[in-house]
């Protein structure tokens, strides 16, 4: 209970719940004391002297004992609610229970539950992880609770998020379990600086981006990417001589048909122009280094499976381990 910006609030909330039950208390004992007044003439008979439909009359007899009690049971039973549980303005109640409270023990008696598997995984490298339907199939459910919304269901990504079931030459990294573990570890921010006004005007920049697409052999105009050729010593330093990338900084491989921020000359003339930056957020958060480790090796094996030479992913058990 830490809404409360100031102490106030805090009594005032409690103060109105209360009043309201104090108030059904005092209600409930008024309404049982009140007497009917008998006016001049009238006859001592029992009623409230109200008259409906001719001869429907209203009697002022006592409540019901046992809804009296009921009553009287409600009011006990929440003024001792308001002692024992969190209610009362900040007051966290006795018993000191919270959402957040029961949330953790949950978590840890969970966490509990599924260690001694945990710690059979984490003695194991990934690549042997990466064939334990049991490992993979846990570590699909991360995969779809904690990175799908970006890298999609199938680990396909979409653009500006890298599909992860590339061959290695697509990658960023260096493909494989420390790169994957690194990046949910501790994130990671591709940076390509704005270099519009290094290259020139719209002229250069069009000849530049002709000459990228010739290097992935994609449809070009010749002539551009002729004079393109010189202004891409200026990319050199990053993608290499030959644009094929360089794993160490993140520079993504120019020569292949994959294309992480669009394909074509607006494209690569808009990265150019404005460059980039992209960031993956650690997920050091959310995960354990356990849970880490298992789902490094899914994506791992998600990366594998369909590519020539590769071994295929193994199919989920039939009844999937409890989640963790
Ligand atoms: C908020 C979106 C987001 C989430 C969630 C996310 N990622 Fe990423 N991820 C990215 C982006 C963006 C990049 C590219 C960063 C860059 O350009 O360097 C990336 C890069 C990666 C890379 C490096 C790819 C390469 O080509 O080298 C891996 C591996 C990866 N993510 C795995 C994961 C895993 C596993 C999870 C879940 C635990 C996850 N990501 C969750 C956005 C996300
Ligand atoms: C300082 C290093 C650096 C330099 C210099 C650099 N780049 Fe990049 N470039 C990168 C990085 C890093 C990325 C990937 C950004 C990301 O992680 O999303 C990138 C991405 C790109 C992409 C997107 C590739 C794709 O798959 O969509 C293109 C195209 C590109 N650069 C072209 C160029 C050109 C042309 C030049 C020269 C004018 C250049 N870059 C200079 C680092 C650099």
């Known amino acids: 209970m830490s809404d409360f910006t100031n102490g106030f609030w805090s009594w005032y909330i409690g103060a109105i719940s209360l009043v309201s039950i104090l108030g059904c208390g005092w209600l409930l004992w008024v309404a049982g004391k009140a007497k009917v007044t008998v006016q001049a003439g009238q006859v001592a008979d029992n009623t409230t002297g109200h008259v ?25 039973f929440s003024l001792a609610y308001l ?4 209610g009362l303005g900040s007051f966290s109640g006795s018993l000191k229970w919270s959402t957040e409270g ?10 509990a539950q599924v260690a001694p598997l945990y710690a059979e995984f984490a003695v194991q490298p990934a690549e042997a992880l990466a064939k334990d339907p049991r490992a993979m ?27 992860l079931t590339n061959a290695n030459s ?12 690194q990046t949910m570890t501790q994130g990671r921010t591709g940076v390509m600086p704005a270099m519009g006004a290094a290259i020139g005007g719209d002229a250069e920049i069009s000849q530049l981006a002709n000459y990228v697409l010739s290097l992935s052999a994609s449809p070009h105009n010749e002539i551009k ?7 891409f010593s200026a990319c050199a330093a990053c993608h290499g001589m030959d644009g ?5 900084l993140g520079a993504p491989n120019l020569t292949d048909d994959y294309w992480l921020h669009g394909w074509g000359e607006a494209a690569i003339a808009n990265i150019v122009k404005n460059g980039k930056n992209n960031v993956m957020p650690a997920q050091a958060s959310n995960l354990t280094a356990e849970q880490i ?16 030479g590769e071994p295929a992913r193994p199919a989920a058990p039939a009844s999937p381990p409890k989640p963790p």
């Open 293 to 308: 480790h298992v789902v490094s090796a899914y994506v791992l094996s998600l990366s594998r499976s369909g590519l020539p």
């Open 102 to 111: 029961e949330h953790k023990q949950d978590l840890t008696s969970m966490r």
């Open 244 to 248: 094929k990338g360089n794993k160490a």
């Open 52 to 76: 409906w439909d001719e001869n429907l009359q209203e009697y002022n007899n006592p409540l019901p004992r046992w809804w009296m009690w009921l009553f009287i049971l409600t009011i006990v």
């Open 225 to 231: 990417a002729f004079s393109g050729k010189k202004l």
């Open 137 to 163: 199939a846990i570590g699909e459910r991360l995969f779809m609770n904690n990175c799908s919304q970006c890298h999609g269901s199938d680990g396909r990504g979409s653009k500006s998020y890298p599909n």
């Open 83 to 86: 002692v024992i549980f969190p």
């Open 170 to 181: 697509a990658w960023l990294g260096e493909r494989g379990a420390a790169h994957i573990v």
